[in-house]
């Protein structure tokens, strides 16, 4: 995403001042720098990034998802309120790698989220319209940094596409938040087996007036049912619990279970073992987005590329040797 023309470019040392003094407006033209696809304002950047860097990873890192109708928005909108109410500064980030098909799912989100949005102590921002998974992941991690760097000690990130973003989500934060309705069927039903893998809490959402015996029926099949799964943490069983966004029941104690886990995490090393392989990982996924786009881009392939394709299509040659060529035309024997 470019950076408006009208907005004066600032220096490096106004990006680092404005988002370390938690000036809002310099903290939203830092996250536009980070978003721009321009190669220049890339490399300023990681620069931007990298005087920041000390002074981030001290925020609490949540993730969350939910399936279609569960009430996503609503949810962060009211846990977010009573954080900023008890001393917290809360960002709000989403990845949304179906927002170009959607056309503003994310507005519609940010405007069921008036009260956070008006906080002061608060801070939601869209992810960058269109483009793939791995490149709104990328934004989305580099704007959570800015974020910390500005002093947000919770950053709470939204998945709004479906599909494989709930495991981009999972491998960018500390604790991830399944959100999960009662009283629509089978409550296991078609609820993917990898998805309750990457939960570290289930919550069953509208949990109140006549739904509230349901909500408390799914919470025993859930709990029976992570029984089968394999934990993300060998040191964590993660709790499924019921709260309603509506009257504010059960986020209290849901965010001490938040709480209670960065606490055993961070006590015996998994934490910061934890972000570390994230981190790696994130590395490596760069690496191979630069290797993807190098070989695209390749003057050699990008020749041979409509032959190599025709053949595969028409079955001359197998997938195997057409990979085995383009490589070759890109260097690799």
């Known amino acids: 995403m470019?950076?408006?023309?009208?907005?004066?470019?600032?220096?490096?040392?106004?990006?680092?001042?404005?988002?370390?003094?938690?000036?809002?407006?310099?903290?939203?033209?830092?996250?536009?720098?980070?978003?721009?696809?321009?190669?220049?304002?890339?490399?300023?950047?990681?620069?931007?990034?990298?005087?920041?860097?000390?002074?981030?990873?001290?925020?609490?890192?949540?993730?969350?998802t939910g399936v279609p109708g569960v009430g996503k928005s609503t949810f962060i909108d009211a846990l977010g309120v009573r954080l900023t109410a008890s001393g917290h500064k809360v960002a709000v980030l989403a990845v949304d790698p179906s927002s170009r098909v959607s056309g503003g799912s994310i507005l519609g989100d940010k405007t069921r989220m008036g009260t956070l949005v008006n906080d002061q102590r608060a801070f939601v921002r869209p992810s960058p319209s269109g483009g793939s998974l791995g490149g709104v992941a990328r934004?989305?991690?580099?704007s959570m940094l800015v974020c910390e760097a500005a002093g947000f000690d919770v950053i709470v990130v939204e998945t709004v596409g479906v599909g494989q973003s709930e495991t981009a989500v999972a491998e960018m934060v500390d604790f991830f938040l399944v959100l999960m309705l009662a009283g629509a069927g089978d409550e296991l039903q078609g609820i993917k087996r990898g998805l309750l893998e990457l939960a570290d809490m289930i919550a069953i959402t509208k949990a109140d007036g006549d739904n509230l015996k349901n909500a408390n029926r799914a919470r025993r099949e859930y709990t029976t049912a992570l029984q089968l799964m394999r934990a993300s943490s060998p040191h964590w069983k993660p709790p499924v619990q019921i709260?309603?966004?509506?009257?504010?029941?059960?986020?209290?104690?849901?965010?001490?279970?938040?709480?209670?886990?960065?606490?055993?995490?961070?006590?015996?090393?998994?934490?910061?073992?934890?972000?570390?392989?994230?981190?790696?990982?994130?590395?490596?996924?760069?690496?191979?987005?630069?290797?993807?786009?190098?070989?695209?881009?390749?003057?050699?392939?990008?020749?041979?590329l409509p032959a190599v394709e025709a053949a595969v299509a028409e079955r001359r040659t197998t997938p195997g040797l057409a990979a085995r060529e383009l490589l070759s035309a890109f260097g690799i024997k």
């Open 139 to 142: 934004k989305t991690r580099e």
């Open 2 to 64: 470019p950076l408006h023309r009208s907005r004066r470019q600032l220096s490096l040392d106004q990006y680092v001042d404005g988002v370390l003094a938690s000036d809002r407006t310099t903290l939203g033209q830092a996250i536009t720098l980070v978003e721009s696809e321009n190669a220049q304002h890339q490399q300023q950047a990681q620069q931007l990034l990298l005087r920041l860097l000390p002074h981030t990873g001290n925020a609490n890192r949540v993730g969350i």
């Open 243 to 304: 709260c309603s966004a509506r009257d504010s029941s059960g986020l209290d104690p849901l965010w001490e279970q938040v709480e209670r886990h960065r606490d055993i995490l961070r006590g015996n090393g998994e934490l910061q073992q934890r972000r570390q392989r994230q981190l790696r990982a994130w590395m490596w996924s760069l690496v191979e987005d630069g290797l993807l786009r190098a070989l695209h881009e390749h003057p050699q392939v990008c020749a041979r």
